[in-house]
């Protein structure tokens, strides 16, 4: 009983060990990680100062209104 105990006590402080050297090995994709999530945050909450343009301009909807409007009134 013993042996199967010290047996479980090693794996598990063996595996501490292995999470905290990967967590040693990544602390700089870590911090990386973090700023791009800040930066990412920040540019979502502040307003967008160029608001997107429409993707078809105004006045080609009102030269396709007004040539439906004129079909309209031909038929």
Same mark, same amino acid.
């Given at each position: 009983?013993?042996?199967?105990?010290?047996?479980?006590?090693?794996?598990?402080?063996?595996?501490?060990?292995?999470?905290?050297? =990967?967590?040693? !090995?990544?602390?700089?994709?870590? *911090?990386? %990680?973090?700023?791009?999530?800040? @930066?990412?945050?920040?540019?979502?909450?502040?307003?967008?100062?160029?608001?997107?343009?429409?993707?078809?301009? =105004?006045?080609? !909807?009102?030269?396709?209104?007004? *040539?439906? %409007?004129?079909?309209?009134?031909? @038929?």
């Amino acid at each position: 009983m013993g042996v199967g105990m010290t047996a479980v006590m090693i794996f598990l402080m063996l595996l501490i060990a292995c999470i905290e050297w =990967v967590k040693y !090995f990544n602390r700089n994709f870590t *911090a990386l %990680e973090l700023q791009t999530q800040k @930066s990412h945050r920040k540019s979502r909450d502040s307003p967008t100062k160029n608001e997107a343009s429409p993707a078809v301009p =105004v006045e080609v !909807f009102a030269a396709a209104i007004n *040539a439906f %409007e004129a079909d309209n009134k031909n @038929s």
